[in-house]
């Protein structure tokens, strides 16, 4: 007997493949591509998307910890996955085994990996963070060398990426800090290579230094929240518009829908909701869905945010519950229990956005799909 679904994610196949060959155009062949499917590829599903966008040219896929470069293995994914994440001492060699590629800037780390039988009996690969700016991991500039040689005079550890973070390139249309983070970045590797240290893969590029700034591509780019449809902000595109570059052109991959688990007409005067936030001017029809912030639908949308259903738009009333949303449906003729709900995606002609929603609450555009709730189904189109 099929299930009838509730609630559900689906995730645009095309369009993950048609914003990944975006980017493949731009960065060219000669550098890897590497897609960042860490947050349940930011609420699109780890299975979901990473068999997809390998099979869309991706070359590694980069993840948050070691569980997910784990279930990635287990799908039976031999790619190259990158953890970008800290993995805790004890879990070491659980990461070794699984031939995960590991980003480190810890003495410990490095002493203790040193320990292990690389998986297949090959030396264990290692990217080490460098601080440019951003002050979260990474070690000192002046560290990086005597760090990278302590790890090269270990027989079994090899040094084969150097990697950073920008800090802000994404929030500002004045990309004076983010320039000052890649010098910094650029006079570690001259300094390597000075000092004739090969190391093979460096990286610094997010999706927006990816179409920003080409001089930040060096040997491979980490593509997040593009590959997923979405700009990195409003800035990003902007300056993409300021520095005279072609915008990419993105498709968004994921669409939330729900159904209305019921209809009740309720009088002039009624207040709905938890905290009677909202009291409805006329008699009203109202829809219940049964979703709320527990999956990740924001108690901020309360009273502020809309649906779609049969095409047209449905103001939310009320207090989001932690179950439960409530929308008028006053104004939408023909409307049944079970009908088709979209929260974020299109109905007819109209569209409700992840940057929308990220505007009623303050807040980004990655926020509103990582936190939908992981156990709400993916389906792939």
Known sequence: MKKRLLQWIEVDREALRDNLYAFRRLIGSDRLLLATVKANAYGHGLEAVSGMALLAGADWLGVQSLEEGIRLRQLGLNC????????????????????????????????????????????????????????????????????????????????????SHFANIEDTTDHSYARYQLENFQEVCKLLDKEGIEIPVKHIACTAAVILFPET???????????????????????????????????????????????????KGAYIGYGCTYRTTRETSLGVLPVGYYDGYSRAFSNVSHVLIRGQRAPVRGRVAMDFTMVDVTDIPGVEEEDEV????????????????????????????????????????
């Not at 601080?131 to 040689?149: A, H, N, S």
């Not at 303050?362 to 992981?374: A, D, H, Q, S």
């Open 80 to 163: 190259p996955i990158l953890v970008l994440g800290y993995v805790a001492l004890e879990d070491l060699e659980s990461a070794v085994k699984h031939n995960l590629r590991l980003t480190v800037y810890s003495g410990e780390t490095v002493r203790r990996l040193a320990s292990l039988r690389p998986a297949q009996g090959n030396k264990i690969p290692l990217h080490v963070k460098v601080e440019t700016g951003t002050y979260r991991q990474g070690i000192r500039r002046d560290e990086v060398l005597p760090f990278i040689k302590k790890v090269n005079a270990y027989p079994t550890l090899t040094v084969e990426g150097i990697s």
């Open 217 to 267: 591509w060096f040997d491979m780019v980490r593509v997040g929240i593009g590959m997923y449809g979405l700009w990195p902000s409003k800035e990003t595109y902007v300056s993409c518009l300021l520095r005279n570059r072609e915008p990419v052109r993105l498709k968004p991959v994921l669409s939330w829908k729900t159904r209305i688990a019921q209809l009740k007409k309720i009088p």
């Open 342 to 381: 979209v929260l974020i995606g299109k109905s007819g002609e109209e569209r409700i956005t992840a940057d929308a929603l990220a505007s009623l609450a303050g807040t980004i555009n990655y926020e509103i799909v990582t936190r939908i709730n992981p156990q709400i189904p993916r389906v792939v189109l």
